[in-house]
């Protein structure tokens, strides 16, 4: 199978610019979790998204945003960005069984400055 | 409020030396423990753990968990170079979505040859 897919890999904003970040799960996942990692606070969830629908949300501001598709694509968006935003930002697609684990896509590392 | 904690946060050791890694955690509700390995930027999966008692070996990493104490250490047996990498625990909880994870801040482990 092939693994989980996040484009772009690497991005470079300005402050106050927005940017959305895109995430394709293993096929046959359907729950897509979004995390934050930076190197004080370590890995920090965003939300999770299952048949597109947002069951589970962390403690981001409304700034952070997402959604998923009928394919189970997901993208999340970042509005009026600030420079603390700057982290790798990481998918992890699940499979539905309890007991499975996550599996993380590459991430996608966005510089603001 | 629902704690992982990793320690030491950083180690640097010589090939061929054994170390261990600690994770302690206060979650409600705890349901499995979970241990990845981050080298460049996707964490991939090592173990998970549910039992107490238990120990888990791939090669020359093992794993342990105590939940009457609610920690766990990862062991790492003739450190090489490439172990190098953040060494990042997870819990998963009863009754969260299964892509909800609450993360430790990492271990970065640095071997030197």
């Known amino acids: 199978k092939a693994g989980v897919t996040q484009t772009p890999r690497y991005l470079i904003k300005t402050r106050g610019q927005q940017v959305t970040l895109s995430c394709s799960p293993i096929s046959g996942h359907r729950s897509v979790s979004w995390y934050q990692q930076t190197p004080g606070q370590g890995l920090q969830f965003l939300f999770e998204y299952f048949s597109e629908t947002q069951r589970n949300k962390g403690n981001f501001p409304g700034r952070f945003s997402g959604r998923q598709f009928s394919n189970s694509r997901s993208e999340m968006n970042v509005s009026t960005l600030e420079l603390g935003d700057s982290a790798l930002y990481l998918c992890?697609?699940?499979?539905?069984?309890?007991?499975?684990?996550?599996?993380f896509g590459p991430g996608t590392r966005l510089l603001v400055l | 409020e629902d704690k992982v904690v990793q320690s030491p946060l950083s180690l640097v050791v010589h090939e061929g030396d054994t170390v261990t890694l600690n994770c302690s955690y206060e979650?409600?509700?705890?349901?499995?423990l979970l241990w990845y390995k981050q080298e460049k930027k996707a964490p991939t999966f090592l173990f998970m753990l549910t039992s107490s008692g238990i120990e888990k070996k791939s090669g020359r990493l093992s794993s342990i968990l105590d939940k009457k104490e609610l920690f766990s250490i990862l062991n790492i047996t003739a450190t090489q170079t490439g172990d190098s990498a953040i060494y990042l625990c997870a819990v998963h909880k009863r009754g969260s979505t299964l892509g909800r994870l609450y993360f430790g801040r990492g271990t970065q482990l640095t071997v030197w040859p």
């Open positions: 992890a697609s699940t499979p539905t069984s309890v007991g499975e684990t996550q599996y």
């Open positions: 979650v409600t509700n705890f349901r499995s």
